[in-house]
Structures are given as C-alpha cells and as structure tokens.
C-alpha cells in the first residue's frame, strides 16, 4: 500500500465539494475510464471574476479523490487570475506531499482546471493540437514537453509518474526520452 | 479493531501448529544437517521427515521433492532445467495470465533468442484448449502452465494439457502454488514432469517453497553450490521453515476437505450476499471452473484502490486487480487478458479465503462493502445516479 500523508487519508475519507453544480459557469473534464482515473471540475464565477464555488466528482485511487478535494478547497474565492496561478504541484503541498507515483493525481487536478478555464474563456487549449505520443493514454507532446518544463522532469519515470504517458505497453518510451532530451537541450 | 484476513491467494497466517514444530529448530537444535555429528544428523532426520510430507500432499515419492527458497525460485529451477535439457529447442508455451514468476522469466527467456506462446484465455479466464494443440511444435522445449489463477482462482485443464504435451514428448510444468491446499493436486493423476509450490501459501511461513521433478525427468540444478538436496539444490537447508512446509503439508491434507466445503460455503455466500446488494457488480472468471477459496469481483464505475482503502479502515484486507495499487497503470494482465471491460476492470477486488475465516467475518465484509462502494459511487463521474433507484 502506499505511503499517503495524513491530509491525503483525511480528504479521502471526508472529500470536500463532492458534486455537480448545476448551470455551472465552467466545467473541466480530464481524463476517462480506461486510463483508470478521472475527474470533471465544476466552477461557478461570479461576475467579479471570483471562484464562489467549486465542486467535482472523480473516478480513481485515494490520491486522485483527495487532489480533487483539494484543489476545490484551494479554488473557492481565488479570482481567476490566481486560479490560473495554482500548479500541480501546488496541490500536491496542500495535501503534504504525493507518493511520486501518485504526482499524476495532481498533475490531472492542474489540467482539469486549465480545461475549465479555457471553457469559461470559449477558448481551446493547444496541447491537444499535438501529435499524440503514447497511445495507451491518449497523451500528446506538447502535455509532454509542458511537464518536463514546468516540473523539471529527468526521466521517462518521471513523465510516467507525472503523466502517466509511456506506463501502458511502453511502446512510446524512446519517443518521450527524445523530447525529454530536447527541453533539456534548450534549456 | 479486529483484522479480517482475505488476501490468502497473497500469503497466509503461518498455522499455530507449524511455528511449534518450527521454533526448537532456530536456537536449540540449530545443526547443520549436512554434519557428520549426530546433532546435526537429528536435523536431516526432521528435513527427511519433512520431505515425506511435503511429497504426500501432491502424491510425489520423497526422493521427487526439491526444497526451494519460494515458488519463484521452483518456477525459475523447472523452466531454466527443461531448457537446458533440450538446447536444440528454442519454443515455449505458456499462457497469458500466469503468475509474473514465470510471465515475465519467459519475456526475459524472449530477450535470450527464445520464442514463446502465450496461449489466450476467454472472457471467462478459461484457457484456449485449441490454440494451445495448435501452438505445439516440434521446436517446443517446455509447456508451462498454472494450475489455477491467483488473481481470479480459474482452475486451467491441467490434465489435458500435461496429457497433449506428452503425447508429443514435450515436458510439461505446472505451477501450482494457488492449487495446492485447495483443491486435490495429484501428480499420480497426470504426466507431468515438473510442479511448483510455495510454503507461505498453504500456512507455513515466507522463504520456503518446493519443485517436484518427476522421477525420470532430467534435472539441472538453478541453484549451484553444495552436495544439499541429491545435489538438486546448493546452500544449507532453510531448515525450520523446511520442517515448517512439512508440517503445513501435512495439516494441508486434513484442511483440504474443509476448503471445499466451509470454505466454499462462506465464499459463496460472501460472492452472492454481494451480487445481490451490490447493482452492477460481476464475478471476473469461470464461477463454475473455480478455486473454493476465491472470489474477485468488479464493481462498475469505482476503483480499487479506494475500495481496498476504505475496507482497510474497516480492518478488512483483500486485494485489487486495479492498477492503482500497484504502481502499474493499466489493470492486472490477467483482466486484460480475459478483456474485463475497463468499467469493471478497475474496480475489481480479490477475497481470498482460508479455513480460519469464519462465517462472521463474511457477514462483517457484506456489510461494510455496500456503503462505502456507493460512497465512492456518488462521487464518480461514470456513474449513472439513476441506477441507484432500481
């Protein structure tokens, strides 16, 4: 079993802001039941640009259920400015830290929001314009290239376990070492 | 809080009556059995006693029994010797949801320039009879196949399929560490030339298992070293858990009546209790076609990690084929094989049971299990709240 924080168990066990909100104001969706988690965000803004509510309902491991717990309490009351602010990892320290296999949990919290303030702003967000690189779940590398920057990733591990990308058949690995080796060129 | 213990298919509590028989061999009579001096001998005389055991519980002659350190390591012995046996041969048979001791020693065994069969399973788990006559060769080295599955307790047609690779001359291992102890294991009762087992799943403790190699089939050891077991096996005996195995065999044998009956009963009514109060759950695997002691069981829209969380703060321990709990990402390669949909897939849950559970216990687990699998239901975006009314 892993090793979860207490503020992981806790939010497991008692998650806050489970639910729809109906005539949401935006609505984030990432990932589906074949990858084995997911989770729909719902956020209603008010005309201030003020995060009132936010509510989810996810499918997944404690982790995933707890960073969503998480991530509502974190959103109420943010404008929308600082909501675009909150990173993956920002909801990992919330929680006292993610197994780091589990840093895919967060990483799916963080998207799911990008998605739900892309929709609140009617625009598309273009890492789906990518080239689809690992097949089993459905990830481009552009979402690659973006974890690896803003994460500092060094390992297809590491992707795997912020991503998931490449931890079904492994088809896709030396493709994603490639774009790990080019961030790190450029950087 | 009191544990519930239904993971047996993961290990098993070492039997009160086993650890006794163990424990004057640690610190008062700690002899090398390989010793000339009678202090030692007395030692070789237990492991004799031992192996006798060991060798009636499956039906095998004494001098047929290996020691070995788990089943992996008996699995690894029987591929690694029926290769070396036949070096001319470079194919193996094996099925696609054996245990990762032998699935991923054949992935390895493919990188060293060998071909293998993974002979598919059904919707059901049942083995694809057909495929498999179809797949021999006379290139084929070695059929191994399990004699039942650990994650869903699908009995495989051992002797069928021990009887076809015979016909063709092929040897044929089975490993048949979730079998034993459960169901009758008979090496009378089929050619088969080499058989796997493990101590820690039939009451004695971690560290030991064994490898019967038929009389008359050519054996070479994985395990180099000392003159110990008929030079089968180098390294001095594991000698209390060695006298531990013969004694779990032994109560192995009077348990396996029970197993099919208590058992059986508390798991059926484990399984039905929970098809009945639980809407869309499933039994992965064929209910007819079964271990006694097992039940993996898929609950829609859920996912095992969760479920396993919330009954282990109920004191419940069971099992997932979710990915989740393993650090894989994808559902066991058993589920998979036998194409689970994912709905399911991922929230699959294993009890497996022993003949100290009891019939409160199954009563506390079909309690505990249908609130928290609609707890985790309400909060699940693939599930359709209207179901809730049926």
Redesign the interface.
């Known amino acids: 079993?892993w090793e979860y924080s207490e503020k992981v168990?806790e939010h497991?066990?008692n998650?806050r802001n489970?639910?729809e909100i109906e005539d949401a104001s935006a609505v984030g969706?990432k990932g589906s039941?074949?990858?084995?988690?997911?989770?729909?965000l719902y956020l209603q803004i008010n005309d201030d640009g003020i995060i009132e509510d936010a509510k989810?309902?996810?499918?997944?491991?404690?982790s995933?259920?707890a960073s969503s717990s998480a991530l509502t309490e974190m959103l109420k009351g943010l404008t929308l400015q600082e909501a675009e602010k909150i990173t993956n990892d920002d909801i990992a320290e919330y929680l006292g830290g993610l197994p780091k296999?589990k840093m895919h949990c967060s990483v799916m919290g963080r998207q799911a929001l990008e998605k739900a303030l892309a929709a609140y702003r009617g625009e598309d967000l273009p890492e789906k314009e990518g080239e689809v690189v690992c097949e089993?779940?459905d990830i481009t590398d552009r979402e690659i290239v973006k974890a690896v920057k803003e994460n500092n990733l060094e390992s297809t591990d590491d992707v795997?376990c912020f991503l998931?990308a490449g931890?079904?058949c492994g088809n896709c690995l030396e493709k994603i070492e490639d774009l790990i080796r080019t961030v790190k060129e450029k950087v | 809080m009191t544990t519930v213990y239904v993971d047996n298919n993961a290990t098993t509590r070492v039997a009160p009556e086993v650890l006794d028989e163990m424990l004057p061999y640690f610190s008062e009579y700690y002899g090398n059995p390989s010793s000339v001096h009678a202090f030692g001998g007395n030692v070789a005389k237990k492991i004799r006693e031992a192996r006798e055991k060991t060798a009636a519980l499956v039906g095998a002659s004494p001098e047929e029994i290996i020691f070995t350190s788990c089943g992996t390591e008996s699995d690894n012995a029987a591929v690694r010797s029926a290769l070396k046996s036949a070096p001319e041969k470079k194919h193996i048979i094996t099925s696609a949801v054996e245990h990762p001791a032998v699935l991923n020693l054949c992935t390895a065994l493919e990188k060293e320039g060998y071909r293998v069969t993974y002979v598919p399973v059904d919707t059901s788990g049942n083995f694809d009879f057909d495929y498999f006559t179809q797949s021999l060769s006379d290139d084929t080295a070695l059929v191994t196949v399990m004699w039942a599955n650990n994650e869903t307790g699908v009995v495989f047609p051992v002797k069928d399929i021990a009887e076809k690779a015979a016909e063709k001359g092929i040897p044929f291992h089975t490993d048949a560490v979730q079998a034993v102890g459960k169901i009758p294991v008979d090496v009378r009762e089929l050619p088969v030339n080499m058989l796997s087992l493990s101590g820690h799943k039939i009451h004695a403790p971690k560290g030991v298992g064994a490898l019967y190699v038929k009389k008359g089939t050519r054996f070479h050891p994985f395990v180099v070293g000392g003159h110990q077991e008929s030079g089968r096996r180098g390294g001095t005996e594991n000698v209390a858990s060695i006298i531990g195995l013969g004694k779990a065999s032994e109560l192995a044998v009077d348990h396996l009546p029970r197993v099919d009956t208590d058992v059986r009963h508390m798991r059926d009514y484990l399984e039905n209790t929970l098809l009945e109060t639980v809407s869309f759950s499933s039994i992965n695997g064929n209910r007819e076609r079964r271990l006694p002691n097992t039940v993996s069981i898929g609950f829609d829209?859920?996912?095992?990690?969760?479920i396993?969380?919330?009954i282990?703060?109920a004191g419940i321990c069971a099992s997932s084929g979710?990915?989740?709990?393993s650090?894989?990402?994808?559902?066991s390669h058993v589920l998979r094989a036998m194409e689970v949909p994912?709905?399911s897939a991922?929230g699959s849950i294993r009890f497996s049971l022993s003949v100290y559970n009891t019939m409160e216990e199954m009563k506390y687990i079909a309690e505990t299990l249908p609130p928290i699998i609609r707890k985790l239901r309400?909060?699940?975006?693939?599930?359709d709240r209207c179901n809730d009314k049926a």
């Open positions: 079993m168990k497991f066990m998650p489970v639910g969706e039941i074949s990858c084995g988690d997911a989770l729909k989810f309902m996810t499918f997944g491991c404690a995933a259920i296999e089993c779940f795997t998931k931890g079904g | 829209a859920i996912e095992g990690e969760s396993l969380m919330h282990d703060y979710s990915a989740c709990t650090g894989s990402l994808e559902p994912f709905k991922h309400m909060m699940s975006p693939f599930w």
